[in-house]
């Protein structure tokens, strides 16, 4: 994969989805901060159902703070791992109201001392709240980077890494977006599309099928 055919890739992506973003529900830097952390190994459109319902009666740090971890369940309970989050949040908010006056911290250390943050969930805050040209790599991308051979890498953050080596400027800010969309509705684990596929001709993917 040569950086020329990198430049094509994101050129056709952006095409065919000139201003992407995610698709979590939040109107806030703190809204987005809880959906994330609640997203892990959960679908975007489950984390949608609760939060929905949780946000349009807490959706501060102080007001979720005080629901406590028990009322907090009831709103997330159909979302997995939901005792540990739900313990999570709760402790997020705490720390967000002692150390950051109750607002989401434009910082990847800060951001990652909080409980349920990881550096893809400081990647995803910091890019999609603050405009930073971060890549949040997770299961999608990884999968997408490696199988197209846009960025191979033994783990996420190889992976990473290697995207934003390679990845062009113009492109950085919108990357992640583009790459988890496509690697959710197209280019799939098991049985990719890549008859429906608009940079078929670009990847490098061996096995290509003829699903559309």
């Known amino acids: 994969m040569n950086n020329e055919k990198r430049h094509r890739i994101f050129e056709r992506l952006r095409e065919g989805n000139p ?8 109107q806030s830097p703190f809204e ?4 994330v952390i609640l997203s892990a190994q959960a679908t975007d459109v489950s984390v949608n159902k ?10 501060t740090p102080a007001a979720i703070h005080a629901l406590g971890v028990d ?5 997330i309970k159909t979302i997995g791992l939901f005792n540990t ?6 402790k997020t908010c705490r720390l967000l109201l ?21 550096r893809k969930t400081a990647n995803v805050i910091l890019n999609t709240a603050f405009g930073h040209p971060t890549i949040a790599v997770d299961t999608h991308i990884f999968r997408v980077s490696n199988r197209t051979r846009l960025a191979v890498g033994k783990n996420v953050l190889q992976v ?24 959710r509705y197209v280019c799939v684990a098991r049985k990719p599309r ?17 699903i559309a």
């Not at 989050?85 to 709760?90: E, G, R, S």
């Open 19 to 26: 201003a992407p973003t995610t698709e979590l529900a939040y």
């Open 32 to 35: 987005l901060l809880i959906a």
């Open 50 to 59: 609760a939060t929905g319902p949780l946000f349009a009666v807490a959706n």
């Open 71 to 75: 009322k907090l369940k009831t709103y």
């Open 85 to 90: 989050k739900a313990a999570n949040v709760i």
């Open 98 to 118: 002692d150390e950051h006056g109750g607002e989401v911290p434009e910082d990847r250390a800060a951001l990652e001392k909080l409980p349920g943050v990881g």
């Open 160 to 183: 990473e890494e290697k995207l934003l080596k390679v990845v062009p400027a113009e492109f950085k800010q919108d990357a992640h977006h583009w790459l988890i969309l496509h690697g």
């Open 194 to 210: 890549c008859g429906a596929c608009g940079i078929e001709d670009l990847c490098e993917f061996k096995e290509k099928t003829e």
